[in-house]
């Protein structure tokens, strides 16, 4: 069984550019959260995809926006980089919404 | 709004010894509280949780103790091992899925 991955898993951007982020879930599982820990932080919910519907939302920016496509893997964008974005980005996968998440390594990203 | 505080940032202990990690929250109505723990290069994992109705939960080596007068729970890892060396995060868990997360303690165990 396959864990969750991620890709990439480093990347560095610029002030104002874009960025997509990926993640495959584990198998099975139908729901994935993102989520953003910022050096010395505990992770930050930024939303969650249910059956490819976003199903809540954290206290961020509508230049956070996401997908799940069909086979339930994800993307987070992001648009307008700012120099805070600069995070560990963790997506988690689980069999529904309220069940165990099961994290990835994480994307770690910088923005200069 | 942090749900979950977490106010040692570090902890360090022998071997064979006991650690305890604690936890405070502010906010009275939640639903379950979790601990994950995290090595580096690695996504946090789960370890154990406990629900709103129940005291202790108890998982072999790891317990997790539910103080609801103090707001404060608290895991004991008993005994602890060098390979428990993480960071471990205190979380509260949503019935709408979400997950909140302490800063985070960094354990040390040593020979």
């Known amino acids: 069984e396959t864990g969750v991955t991620q890709s990439p898993t480093h990347l560095i951007k610029t002030r104002g550019q874009q960025v997509t982020l990926r993640c495959s879930s584990q198998?099975?599982?139908?729901?994935v959260s993102w989520y953003q820990q910022a050096l010395g932080q505990g992770p930050q919910f930024i939303f969650q995809?249910?059956?490819?519907?976003?199903?809540g939302r954290g206290n961020f920016p509508p230049r956070f926006s996401g997908l799940q496509f069909p086979n339930y893997s994800s993307e987070l964008n992001v648009n307008a980089l700012e120099l805070d974005d600069s995070a560990l980005y963790l997506c988690?996968?689980?069999?529904?919404?309220?069940?165990?998440?099961?994290f990835g390594p994480g994307t770690r990203l910088l923005v200069l | 709004d942090q749900q979950v505080k977490q106010n040692s940032p570090s902890l360090s202990v022998q071997e064979g010894r006991i650690s305890i990690l604690n936890c405070d929250y502010t906010?009275?109505?939640?639903?379950?509280f979790l601990w994950y723990k995290k090595y580096p290069a690695e996504g946090p994992t789960f370890l154990i949780s406990?629900?709103?109705?129940?005291d202790k939960n108890e998982d072999g080596r790891f317990t997790v103790f539910l103080n609801k007068s103090a707001k404060h729970l608290s895991l004991h890892i008993v005994p602890s091992q060098p390979g428990d060396s993480a960071v471990y995060f205190c979380?509260?868990?949503?019935?709408?899925?979400?997950?909140?997360f302490g800063r985070g303690t960094q354990l040390t165990v040593w020979p």
């Open positions: 988690a996968s689980s069999l529904g919404q309220v069940e165990t998440q099961y």
């Open positions: 198998s099975g599982h139908n729901t």
């Open positions: 995809y249910y059956r490819e519907e976003e199903n």
């Open positions: 906010n009275s109505m939640f639903d379950y």
């Open positions: 406990i629900s709103s109705i129940k």
């Open positions: 979380l509260r868990g949503s019935t709408l899925g979400r997950l909140y």
